[in-house]
């Protein structure tokens, strides 16, 4: 019942606007902790451990509004169940992306929206009796993280629909799995309005039914074949406008062509192209693995992913600390504003991972920037040349410019983001909110449009899982960073944040060997066209001197015959 190929490229908008949705309510909603961390403590989750410990006064604060007890052990669990679930969140994109390449997008995206609709439902079940069933939470975050990273990597394939404006389709998708963390703060202002936590998850499970409906519906079995694969064609229609001559009666037939996109099935290719997407067909996997582009990519998406996912684990903590300044004996009024504030800026983080939405087409912008003037990569180059007399732009070396402009300007905001959130300022910190929201979304589409412009098609699912899976386990460390944090460091996170800005500046080691790269391939381009025009002027000497020569015997033939060259007679 799976739609063909040409079916799901004529419902390639209703799939793009519809993933874009579903990206936003279903994937990575696990980002959105602070909000859910609140909750999850209103609910009970784990109060128990604060009543086994309740001897020690200064790790047990009181709930007002439902009695369940709170406290720092408390809060050390839940935090490891977040760390699981945002592992698997990147983790689980490797053997994601092998058997996406393998079976294409739609039977993970079926068992992504299984998986999130069973987590919803494991987390309003484990609701109903939380001292008995709060271990539900650790298999229900971690069905979340997988159905959401399901959701979101099947639908980093379908921009191959959309040509030169892909790297746009593209950040677009990513932005709404970046601005997907608004959605638990969303679900808290249904949940300060009285709704039943465990009406609301109900209420979840059942939309991400609908996820599985639509991709069952409109996805096809197929991967989506890059924008340079041959099947996509353009057709062009003629249409016939009839015109009549008022004076003469005479009728004329003027014929308009009208170019549209279709797809069809593949068609044989002229040599050159055949040889030419063999060559990148034949490109070994390890060959891409070990390019040093990918292994400084995954040094920067490592670093970053372990800066912004421990702020979002610690955001709480944080911010607490700025109201209380790490005083231990606080007053109970101290302890009241405290929360107020932190349920507060929370909720204002969690509003703001909209702005994800909203920036990652500026820096899809970037990665598309003059694209449409370069010359086409299965195209005979000379061909082109010859027919065109401004010469065009090469499109590799565009891309890997536009990458290298895309990681710096990223690289710049993430550092930037590191020494605001080092200042004991609570307002100030609003301004971090936004720089961590930028830099979170714009870094994502920063590695897959740079993976989509260096390495073959087929290697862009595994070579995306592989950074993301080393990206996890790497942000693993933010636990005992949390730790440390609440324990030896007493709250303040001023050294951790200090050490996390010294690596970040590592992120500048990939857009500088970007800059070696494209370098090389100038110069390499610059002596292929020096080459080409030295044998091009070789081709045509041979054909000058022949033209001058029958010139000559022409003009010789003419005076024999007794005319001059002005054409008169001698």
């Known amino acids: 019942m799976a739609p063909s190929l040409a079916q799901a490229y004529r419902r390639r908008w209703w799939m793009a606007i519809t993933a874009i949705i579903e990206n936003l309510l279903f994937s990575a909603v696990l980002l959105g902790w602070g909000s859910l961390l609140i909750m999850l403590k209103n609910e009970g989750f784990y109060s128990h451990l604060c009543i086994e410990n309740e001897t020690v006064d200064t790790n047990v604060t009181s709930m007002e509004n439902g009695g369940w007890r709170s406290c720092v052990e408390q809060e050390e669990v839940l935090n490891l169940g977040f760390t ?28 992504g929206s299984s998986c999130f609709a069973a987590s919803c439902a494991m987390i309003a079940a484990a609701a109903y009796d939380p001292e008995v069933l709060s271990g539900l939470i650790f298999l229900a975050v971690s069905f979340n ?54 009406v609301i998850m109900w209420v979840w499970s059942g939309m991400a039914c609908t996820v599985f409906m639509n991709c069952f519906l409109n996805w096809p079995a197929e991967s989506f074949p890059a924008p340079e694969d041959i099947r996509y064609t353009k057709k062009v229609k003629l249409s016939g406008l009839v015109t009549e001559d008022k004076m003469t009666g005479d009728r004329y037939v003027t014929h308009v062509a009208v170019m549209e996109d279709m797809m069809g099935p593949k068609q044989p290719e002229p040599e050159q192209t055949d040889t030419q997407s063999t060559t990148q067909g034949s490109v070994p996997l390890c060959h891409s693995v070990c390019s ?149 979304g714009f870094i994502h589409s920063c590695c897959g449009g740079l993976y989509a412009a260096v390495y073959p098609a087929n290697h862009f699912g595994t070579l995306t899982g592989l950074q993301s899976m080393v990206s996890a386990a790497f942000a693993l460390l933010q636990q005992p960073l949390f730790i440390l944090m609440l324990g030896h460091l007493s709250g303040d996170p001023y050294w ?34 020096r080459l080409a025009a030295s044998q091009s002027i070789k081709e045509t000497t041979p054909l000058t001197q022949s033209d001058s020569g029958t010139a000559k015997s022409q003009a010789k033939g003419h005076a024999a015959n007794g005319y001059s060259s002005n054409g008169h007679t001698v």
């Open 145 to 198: 993280g997988f159905g959401g990273i399901c959701l979101t990597f099947t639908s980093l394939t379908l921009p191959n629909m959309f040509g030169n404006v892909r790297s746009t389709i593209l950040s677009l998708m990513i932005g709404s799995y970046a601005s997907s963390a608004v959605t638990f703060p969303g679900v808290k202002l249904i949940y300060d309005l009285g709704v039943s936590f465990r």
């Open 84 to 111: 699981i679930g945002s592992f698997l969140l990147s983790a689980a994109t490797l053997p994601l992306g092998i058997l996406m390449d393998r079976y294409g997008p739609r039977p993970l995206r079926l068992i």
């Open 496 to 529: 951790i944040n200090l050490v996390l800005l010294i690596f970040s500046l590592a992120g500048f080691l990939l857009p500088g060997y970007l800059f070696y790269h494209r370098r090389n391939l100038i110069r390499a381009k610059a002596e292929r066209d």
């Open 292 to 440: 040093p582009i990918f292994l400084w990519s995954i040094i920067t998406m490592a670093m970053t992913q372990l800066r912004l996912i421990f702020f979002m684990g610690a955001m709480n903590k944080m911010l607490e600390f700025l109201v209380t300044h790490g005083n231990p004996n606080h007053s109970e009024e101290l302890q009241k504003e405290g929360e107020e504030q932190v349920g507060f800026y929370s909720s204002i983080f969690g509003t703001m991972q909209l702005l994800c939405l909203l920036t990652c087409p500026l820096i899809g912008y970037i990665m598309d920037w003059r694209l449409k003037d370069c010359e086409d990569e299965n195209a005979n180059t000379q061909t082109e040349k010859s027919q065109s007399d401004a010469p065009k732009r090469d499109r590799k070396i565009q891309k890997l410019t536009n990458a290298m402009r895309a990681f710096t300007f990223t690289n710049l905001l993430l550092v930037t983001f590191g020494i605001i959130s080092m200042f004991d300022n609570l307002h100030l910190q609003l301004v971090s909110f936004v720089l961590h929201t930028i830099v979170r």
